[in-house]
């Protein structure tokens, strides 16, 4: 494990029937949408090949974003691995998991998704970048196509941001927007 460079961390939530988690089991977000019941929260770490690396589990009420600076720091120690990038989804991150990566010596790189209108920074600069769009997927001729993408990259005070496009997505997502805000101010289309 010496040569682990690329690691990738998730979590999720199991959720326990019967007399179950009596150890484990705590209230807590259940993705299930079973908030009556006790469930753990277990996550994996991954190698770019896809295999395990270690596993962790948590009392049902832990946050993601709490557990990913344990996880690092455990890997680090147990397998000596010195220069290490962490991939996470958005869930996973808060602003002090990000400082407390790059403050580690050596510092842990880390590519994350972030919340796009909860972050200033994303919110008004990011998104209102007029870098050139670069087409990864064109739009699709046949239903069993690949969705349609387009990227660009945008670069402040030395963060990289790579921002994805759906155009298909936008469409359907600006759609459901009218269509709800017709439904509040009772307009009706004819």
């Known amino acids: 494990f010496s040569v682990v460079g690329l690691v990738f961390f998730d979590t999720t939530s199991i959720y326990f029937e019967g007399a179950g988690g009596q150890s484990l089991g705590e209230h807590g977000h259940s993705k299930d949408h079973r908030p009556d019941l006790h469930q753990m929260v277990v996550g994996v770490a991954l190698d770019v090949h896809g295999r395990p690396i270690c596993c962790e589990m948590w009392?049902?009420?832990?946050?993601?974003?709490?557990?990913?600076?344990?996880?690092?720091?455990?890997?680090?120690?147990?397998?000596?691995?010195?220069?290490?990038?962490?991939?996470?989804?958005?869930?996973?991150v808060s602003e002090a998991t990000l400082e407390a990566l790059g403050g580690m010596d050596p510092p842990v790189h880390y590519i994350v998704g972030v919340r796009m209108r909860r972050t200033k920074e994303v919110g008004e600069v990011v998104l209102g970048s007029r870098a050139p769009w670069q087409e990864v997927t064109?739009?699709?001729?046949?239903?069993?196509?690949?969705?349609?993408?387009?990227?660009?990259?945008?670069?402040v005070e030395g963060r990289r941001y790579i921002v994805c496009?759906?155009?298909?997505?936008?469409?359907?997502?600006?759609q459901d927007r009218a269509a709800i805000l017709a439904g509040r101010l009772g307009y009706r289309e004819v």
Not at 77 to 91: L, P, Q, S
Not at 138 to 155: I, M, S
């Open 59 to 92: 009392p049902g009420n832990t946050a993601g974003a709490k557990s990913l600076l344990p996880v690092v720091e455990r890997m680090r120690a147990k397998f000596r691995v010195r220069e290490m990038c962490v991939v996470a989804d958005r869930g996973m």
């Open 138 to 155: 064109p739009e699709r001729q046949n239903a069993k196509d690949p969705a349609p993408l387009k990227v660009k990259e945008v670069t």
């Open 165 to 174: 496009l759906n155009e298909e997505e936008r469409r359907k997502d600006a």
